[in-house]
């Protein structure tokens, strides 16, 4: 299926591209499944690995996209050195790590001047951090065919360093092992996979033969142990707290220096452009009022039907005789002249029910008339049609409430017997005292129920059996909810356990241990 050696073609040394000597292979896989954190930590040191992808992921960075079911042969794993830096960029901050590789030179900050220029990897190698670092002053950049001046980039706080890790392996598609190089970064944490431990209806040796050719196939291949991102990454600031392991923590984007200095909050508060001014400058502004009707003198129409609607004739007002009705809320309002668009000697009768007329309108044209023909046929006179096919004339009237049910057919109220109250009484007492057991529930409104907000330790001391196997599932271990049912594991307890318990009482790996000791000890939940 795949070489046992490499050709030569033009002088290269090259890889040939396996053959699809089967149509389809189906894999058998362990039900167990692991984050790529978890993974790492389990079969970190027992590299090379075929997993399945379990649940998929789709992410904003596109190559941080993988389909479910998908089969990848894990070889070795990259690690790329980054540093974490703070910009405070004024109104806000913004979280971000560099490679170490970034070619651009930066000064060390001390006592307010800027020393010898330096890279990323000199400082981290020379200077103990955290440190302040700054760019070179009236030195331009160009990335990606932008530029952009030195002198706005503002001070970074180099805080730490880390390592970025990826997964490197190849995609499997039918059997057949792809010579392109795929990369699963640690970070993703949603992603789950599964491992691959034989061929389908297949005997052992079979699949070990299948893993001996793909490692042969492998031998071919390059993989670059120091891969990493070269862009900046970008973190969620709220999202990170102060002892995170950014080797697992997910970035917003990769971008570069310019994206990252520029503003993409777009309300008032953070938009330093913002002036209030530029509300006020249109306050003394007088608009000339058209003839539409008011949203005050629509609410009236709604409220009262029979009330007519004013018109907007009459003497003109000017800004200081508007009306101030409508000014509770602190709103200045402003009215231009009103000129009248009809006679000025109507009745306020007439003005409040004929429609507006304008001058400038061409007097409605009389219908023609029809010339009689001589010798047109007589027709009947149209007689006068019966009472009951007139149409009956639509007037509105307001809905009165009436009562047609007969008063016979409502039953009288009849009260509770005694017994049948102390009936109820005692039914409900014995369905309390069931409910306080320690078994698990089992009526739907106390699986339903929502768990206890946690802050702390103190918090956790006061969680139930129940809420405690509540958590395990908010914290993917829920696996363990049976042995917790029968140590009965209470908050209490939970505080008491160090991370070496879980692991001897438990069972679980070190990553496992670890999130259920930060969640008893501080209340931490992952984000």
């Known amino acids: 299926m795949f070489p046992e050696k490499a050709f030569t073609e033009g002088g290269k040394i090259g890889v040939r591209e396996p053959k699809r000597l089967v149509k389809t292979m189906d894999f058998d896989v362990e039900k167990n499944d692991y984050s790529v954190p978890e993974f790492y930590e389990r079969f970190g040191k027992e590299l090379p690995q075929v997993i399945m992808i379990s649940q998929g992921f789709c992410g904003d960075i596109v190559e941080d996209s993988f389909d479910r079911e998908s089969i990848i042969r894990i070889q070795t ?8 830096a703070r910009a405070d960029m004024g109104d806000h901050s913004k979280l971000i790590s560099i490679p170490l590789t970034y070619p651009e030179k930066v000064c060390v900050v001390k006592n307010h001047k800027l020393g010898k220029e330096k890279t990323i990897k000199e400082v981290i190698e020379h200077q103990s951090l955290p440190c302040h670092v700054q760019f070179p002053k009236n030195t331009t950049i160009s990335v990606g065919g932008q530029n952009i001046s030195t002198n706005h980039i503002p001070k970074l706080l180099l805080q730490k360093a880390f390592d970025e890790m990826y ?10 092992m792809g010579p392109d190089v795929v990369n699963v970064p640690l970070y993703l944490s949603q992603l789950r996979m599964a491992r691959v431990i034989g061929l389908k209806n297949s005997p052992p040796q079979k699949w070990r033969g299948y893993l001996e050719e793909l490692e042969r196939f492998s031998y071919y291949l390059k993989y670059d142990k120091e891969y990493g991102n070269q862009g900046i990454a970008q973190y969620d ?32 508060v953070d938009n330093t452009n913002y002036r209030l001014n530029d509300v006020k400058q249109h306050e003394d502004i007088t608009y000339e009022e058209i003839g539409m ?36 809320q602190n709103v200045k309002s402003t009215s231009g002249s009103l000129q009248s668009t009809g006679p000025e000697k109507r009745s306020f009768q007439e003005s409040n029910h004929s429609p ?8 409605p044209r009389p219908p023609p008339q029809i010339p009689e023909m001589p010798d047109s046929p007589k027709l009947p006179a149209r007689q006068p049609r019966p009472p009951s096919q007139i149409p009956s004339s639509t007037i509105k009237h307001e809905a009165i409430y009436t009562n047609n049910l007969p008063r016979t057919s ?14 109820k009484q005692e039914r409900s007492s014995k369905s309390d005292q069931q409910s306080n057991t320690l078994d698990s529930p089992n009526t739907q409104d106390e699986v339903d129920k929502p768990l206890p907000m946690v802050n702390d330790s103190l918090d956790v001391i006061k969680l139930s059996i129940n809420d405690v196997c509540g958590y395990l599932k908010v914290l993917h271990l829920d696996k363990y909810e049976p042995k917790f049912r029968d140590n009965l594991m209470d908050g209490s307890l939970l ?17 496992e241990a670890v999130r259920i000791v930060k969640f008893s000890k501080e209340g931490h939940l992952p984000r």
């Not at 102060?242 to 503003?263: G, K, L, R, W």
């Not at 949203?295 to 018109?311: G, Q």
């Open 410 to 423: 409502i039953r009288p109220f009849q009260p509770e017997r005694k017994e049948a109250i102390e009936l």
């Open 356 to 363: 507006l007329i304008d001058r400038n309108t061409k007097p």
């Open 77 to 84: 794993v990259s690690k790329q050195r980054r540093v974490v």
């Open 237 to 268: 600031l709220s999202a990170v707290h102060f002892e995170a392991v950014f080797s697992f923590v997910e970035p917003q984007t990769y971008s570069n220096i310019i994206s990252v200095c520029q503003h993409h909050r777009e309300n008032a």
């Open 293 to 328: 009707t008011r949203e005050s003198e629509m609410h009236n129409d709604k409220t009262d039907n029979h009330r007519p609607s004013l018109a907007t004739f009459g003497v003109g007002r000017t800004p200081a005789q508007a009306s101030t009705s409508h000014n509770s």
């Open 167 to 176: 997964l490197l392996g190849n995609l499997i598609a039918d059997g057949v």
């Open 495 to 511: 505080v008491a356990l160090s991370k070496e318990d879980f692991e001897k009482e438990f069972g679980m790996n070190g990553l």
